[in-house]
């Protein structure tokens, strides 16, 4: 299984980021697949944004809950992450990955005006 996130690399203050995981060499809705989304700022450590099920039961970090939504297209095999109202203290490395399994290279993220 591949992973392959794509999306913008720079987004406005305040302005909605969406990054989108490709996956290949499997479907993702497999079961027990659990597709996450991970980021991490620079020089600082990993942070758990969020993740679905091979079902599509979403689960959220608590202190992001508020503004971010994971979706998926089976059709695509596809799974995105839709984060509101973007600050400057989310420019971070973003990476999708299965849990227990293969990680995506990540995408670079800057929130700025």
């Known amino acids: 299984v591949r992973l392959q996130e794509s999306g913008p690399g720079l987004v406005k203050p305040s302005q909605t980021l969406s990054l989108t995981c490709t996956v290949s060499?499997?479907?993702?809705?497999?079961?027990?697949?659990?597709w996450t989304w991970i980021r991490q700022p620079l020089g600082k450590g990993l942070e758990w944004i969020g993740g679905i099920t091979w079902s599509g039961d979403t689960r959220y970090s608590p202190s992001l809950k508020s503004r971010t939504a994971i979706s998926r297209d089976a059709s695509k095999n596809q799974f995105t992450l839709q984060m509101n109202f973007v600050t400057p203290e989310g420019t971070a490395r973003y990476y999708c990955?299965?849990?227990?399994?293969?990680w995506g290279q990540g995408t670079q993220v800057t929130i700025s005006s």
């Open positions: 990955a299965e849990r227990g399994g293969p």
């Open positions: 060499g499997g479907s993702i809705t497999t079961r027990y697949y659990y």
